[in-house]
């Protein structure tokens, strides 16, 4: 079974420009999680999906950072406009999404450097 | 609020010696708990979870931890080290019954193997 999909992997730009990542979760599995985990910390949740709604964006800056999920299986994470406090690994993760079924399945990162 | 602590962001070892990763949790019901570990430049892979009765939860690569409620601890062990567990490891709670399933990461710690 394929694995969590991302890319690019590795992401450099400037302040104030703007950038997107790409995840495509494991076939059949209907909630979608993109985390920020930024230097020494562990992951935060920024967005959950549940198939193409959004279950939880409670802690996604919604002024400068979107998120879709159109077809209810993959997704695009966008920043515009990037600042500095944004270097960081983002995460996309996938699950079953059946009551019961927490476990999550992480893709390799994107690792965005603002400069 | 659910949260949790992870006491020692670096922890050394030598090959062969007993792995003990500390992890203290807070939530106001029982919670669903998770050990991750991160490979340099990976996305994190699940060790282990529990969700049930049983306290002793045995994950892969030779891992174990037990659920103390009276501590509200769920330590990861492993007998003894190997090089290859040199990694970061990552504690993880959700409510228990919650739909969204949401995972809070603690800082995480770093394991060094010594050989």
């Known amino acids: 079974e394929a694995g969590v999909a991302q890319s690019p992997r590795y992401k450099i730009i400037e302040k104030r420009q703007s950038v997107a990542f790409w995840c495509n979760p494991i076939?059949?599995?209907?909630?979608l999680y993109w985390y920020q985990q930024i230097l020494g910390q562990g992951p935060k949740l920024l967005i959950q999906?549940?198939?193409?709604?959004?279950?939880?964006d409670s802690q996604l800056p919604k002024d400068r950072f979107s998120a879709e999920r159109l077809k209810g299986v993959d997704s695009t994470l966008k920043i515009q406009p990037a600042k500095l406090e944004d270097s960081a690994v983002y995460l996309c993760?996938?699950?079953?999404?059946?009551?019961?079924?927490?476990?999550?399945?992480f893709g390799p990162g994107t690792r965005l450097t603002v400069l | 609020a659910q949260s949790v602590t992870q006491l020692g962001s670096h922890v050394s070892v030598s090959e062969g010696a007993l792995v003990l990763l500390r992890c203290n949790y807070s939530?106001?019901?029982?919670?669903?708990l998770f050990w991750y570990v991160q490979y340099p430049n990976q996305g994190l892979q699940l060790l282990l979870k529990?969700?049930?009765?049983?306290?002793l939860v045995k994950g892969i690569n030779g891992f174990e931890a037990e659920f103390k409620k009276s501590e509200t601890s769920f330590h990861l062990t492993k007998p003894s080290a190997h090089m290859s567990d040199a990694a970061e490891y990552f504690c993880?709670?959700?409510?228990?019954?919650?739909?969204?399933?949401?995972?809070?990461f603690g800082k995480g710690t770093k394991l060094s193997v010594k050989p």
């Open positions: 993760a996938s699950s079953l999404g059946q009551p019961g079924q927490h476990e999550q399945f």
């Open positions: 076939s059949g599995h209907a909630t």
């Open positions: 999906f549940q198939n193409n709604g959004v279950v939880d």
């Open positions: 939530s106001s019901v029982p919670p669903y």
């Open positions: 529990y969700t049930s009765a049983a306290t």
């Open positions: 993880a709670v959700s409510e228990r019954g919650g739909s969204q399933g949401n995972l809070i």
